[in-house]
């Protein structure tokens, strides 16, 4: 910890009435926040506060402006106690260019990482060891400049919160392509974590949810011939051995699940494809029974195996097949995530025992 | 008022504290807003509360998803003390609309009008009579569910805040046309006054007034070959005797300023023609002298006269017609919405005089 952290505690834990076996995902926060505002043009000195609620004037811009970026990463503890966590530099980095797309100034990295540090060892009680338990942490930035005038903001509050979670159980998954509504544009915010691509979806998200189908998997806006990502998942599909996704640009987010998987399932040798994927040849590949699998990649499920897809009234079921490589992926990525397996790539991050 | 209306006085008014000769929009706010709170599927009872800030959880989903929607209004005082606004029904349903694509609930068009009366009652002082003068109303809606899951809110705040201020004088504005970012996608959210779609503009726009730009006129993101709007306001180019603009469609908000200039013009004898406007037919209009004017239109500055652009590194500078157009169409809009002049057309709204 470095001595420009500002720590206040709580004085007594709420942990005890938390029923860690029944947990909605994301709705209850621990003990410790991290807050760090920005104003003058710097980042002031960060502190750690116990989780409470935010004074607002109702002209801060984030309500009006939507300037509001975010990240979602995991702490996993193993059985000797013992905490990590998967490649949070990718996830630092990854803020910082979505704020950079939203004209809002870049955190800084020491600031983070002894933010983040401080608040998993003062919190380490409410992360669960066993397969099933991790905490969820929610970095954020918010414009909180008073003043409704269509312009970048001057001040902001950069956040910390974390969720405890349990293993995130997706359901069967059945998936729109997307032939009328858009995500993003070219030119425009997809690759962003910014808040708005989330409320753009809702709707006809919520659409296809009244169809039965429960995410809508994103195509281009221009042709809606290409598929993109499913909005909070990018998206693979296995035609007969080879695993195809979509390369990321400016309407794609470039997932850190995304970019890992590609790169553990090259190194056991399965062929990966990145590149534009037509919605045709998928039709196409379900039609002729080369279509073997489909799967959602984000830190939430990690994977999440899609059943069924249809596109413009055409309803295509998936086979279930024996060796998926979603079962096989998702087991290997959880197991080098939470410390049960070896780690070649160097990707897990231990987070070091403080004196808090 | 409706008895479902709960009203909050303040003790004592901060009125005497403001300059009100010297005010920077948006930034100065009445003594008074209006909230109303939906949860459990309905809108409660909305209230007037002495202005002040809201209590927000830091999981509160607009901070991480960015649902909220916004409307901007102005109401005029004339020199008997009668308040004037206007067309506001227009803006009433244009923040359904928007609520709507980002699956929000639709606000009740009593509360809402009660409370703008209401609210415009108690604080009438803060509205000057004048030709300067006038009240910038922002009503929002926000989510206020707390919880970090991605999905629409269950609950969320309407609220109006009222913000003294003067004629808006936007000085020499020069444009850039896009050719590489992008304000909206087809099937998006470019036609709804959606925060996220404000906040997405600001990087290439500070981009451009770094090359000494005041705004960017977006084209369309697959081509760049067609003008949008530009981000604030909706735009006009007069071609000899022609007024053109862009048609909407559900990339273009559908402005308010917008549709009653063309109604106005018109009404003038001016020949409009609403359809897709090319960059190129612009450039060519400009080279050869036909292109007359270029404004903005929007509630803050009206009308904005545009004094040059800027395509793909080529300048163009723009004559100062003695007979401009946005000069007699802005005049005229004014002295209508302040009761300086007749409305033939029903536009301007009497704000009724409520015992408070």
Request: glycine content about 6%; proline content about 5%; aromatic content about 12%.
């Amino acid at each position: 910890m470095t001595d420009t952290l500002k720590v206040t505690k709580i004085s007594k834990s709420k942990i005890d009435q938390v029923d860690f076996s029944n947990l909605a995902f994301g709705t209850v926060f621990t003990d410790h926040m991290f807050v760090c505002e920005y104003k003058n043009g710097a980042w002031q000195t960060p502190e750690i506060l116990p989780y409470g609620p935010l004074q607002m004037d109702p002209s801060a811009k984030v309500f009006h402006y939507g300037q509001a970026v975010f990240e979602g990463m995991k702490a996993y503890k193993d059985d000797n106690g013992d905490v990590f966590m998967f490649r949070p530099e990718e996830n630092f980095n990854r803020i910082n260019k979505s704020s950079e797309r939203l004209a809002m100034p870049a955190f800084d990295k020491a600031y983070f990482f002894d933010g983040l540090n401080t608040l998993l060892n003062l919190d380490k009680d409410w992360i669960k060891p066993g397969e099933s338990n991790s905490l969820y942490i929610r970095p954020f930035v918010i414009a909180t400049e008073n003043g409704v005038s269509a312009s970048p903001a001057t001040e902001y509050k950069f956040i910390i919160i974390c969720a405890p979670a349990q293993a995130y159980y997706s359901g069967e998954v059945r998936v729109l392509f997307a032939d009328h509504y858009s995500r993003s544009a070219d030119g425009g915010v997809g690759f962003a974590k910014a808040a708005g691509n989330y409320a753009a979806q809702f709707y006809p998200t919520e659409l296809a949810k009244e169809k039965g189908y429960n995410q809508v998997v994103w195509t281009d806006a221009n042709t809606h011939e290409y598929l993109e990502e499913a909005g909070t998942m990018n998206v693979f599909f296995r035609v007969n051995d080879t695993l195809l996704t979509a390369p990321t640009n400016d309407r794609i987010l470039d997932g850190i699940t995304r970019k890992s998987l590609i790169e553990l399932a090259k190194s056991q040798g399965i062929n990966v494809e990145v590149r534009p994927v037509r919605v045709s040849e998928i039709v196409e590949a379900a039609e002729n029974g080369s279509l073997k699998e489909m799967f959602g990649a984000g830190t939430a499920a990690v994977i999440s195996p899609i059943s069924g897809f249809t596109h413009k009234d055409k309803q295509f079921d998936l086979p279930k097949p024996e060796d998926a490589y979603s079962t096989k992926l998702k087991k290997q990525l959880t197991e080098l995530q939470a410390n049960r397996a070896e780690d070649p790539f160097g990707w897990r991050y231990e987070v070091p025992v403080l004196e808090v």
